[in-house]
């Protein structure tokens, strides 16, 4: 089977969960992670995982959102985190692509939120965006002490190594398919199948050939077919090995 470690199903996109989960399922994708970003899509994540076995979910503070904080954030993560269905915080980081005028506060947010994880024992899951150099040596100071997730890497080989030094995988997803995503594919095949994960964004981020188009997790075997390409491996490997990281990593 597969799993997508890295969607959003709470986005107003998709009007039908139950449908978008049950397509996955009919590709052999049997479990879902949706990632939160701030305080409405946790509670509606929350709800959405109540209602389906196979779906789990990421609490935290997407550094676009950062604004949006309130004094008591941190108690109110930790409350949502208190829930199985939980299995990280995230998605968190630094994303200086927008903004970049307000990077102290998105580096308190992320340190603040990697210490949480800390105190909870559970991985984090970072974004980032434009910010290699200080997401790099703010992870450096404040280490997970859990194996944790680099979503949708688009950093260097040579970052990627510093970032398997702290103990973290890598999930691709719909980039990976793109004709013009050279550096995105030269990173993906040097790096061990071990550090891999499969991820959608979704509904964001669609593999060719429905680029342009709303993604579902049901596109998760587009995404291992290109990636069994690039390593030049059997796609039942890359099945097998990305979903036990992914189990291994979640806890799912």
């Not at 996109?13 to 949706?34: R, T």
């Not at 280490?143 to 995988?169: D, Q, R, V, W």
């Not at 060719?208 to 075997?221: D, Y």
Request: aromatic letters at 8%.
């Amino acid at each position: 089977m597969f799993i997508d470690v890295h969607a959003h199903l709470c986005d107003d996109k998709f009007s039908n969960v139950k449908e978008i989960v049950e397509n996955a399922e009919k590709e052999n994708v049997k479990k879902i992670i949706s990632a939160s970003y701030n305080f409405a899509s946790c509670e509606k994540n929350l709800e959405i995982a109540k209602s389906f076995d196979n779906v789990f979910i990421t609490v935290g503070i997407h550094p676009e959102n950062v604004e949006e904080i309130t004094e008591n954030y941190l108690e109110k993560l930790e409350n949502f985190a208190q829930n199985e269905k939980v299995v990280a915080i995230g998605e968190i980081g630094l994303d200086y692509h927008w903004r970049n005028d307000n990077k102290d506060l998105q580096k308190r947010i992320f340190i603040e939120q990697i210490e949480l994880a800390n105190k909870l024992d559970l991985p984090i899951v970072v974004h980032c965006r434009d910010a290699i150099g200080d997401t790099l040596q703010i992870l450096k100071e404040h280490t997970p002490k859990c194996e944790s997730l680099m979503h949708c890497y688009s950093g260097s080989i040579e970052s990627a190594k510093e970032f398997m030094k702290l103990g973290f995988s890598f999930s691709f997803g719909g980039v990976v398919t793109f004709k013009n995503a050279k550096n995105v594919q030269e990173v993906l095949i040097n790096i061990p199948i071990e550090r891999i994960m499969l991820e959608t964004d979704c509904p964001y981020m669609s593999p060719e050939p429905f680029r342009g188009k709303i993604n579902e997790p049901k596109n998760i075997s587009i995404i291992a077919e290109k990636i069994a390409e690039l390593k030049n491996v059997k796609i039942s490997e890359i099945e097998e090995k990305t979903t036990k990281n992914s189990e291994k990593m979640f806890k799912i």
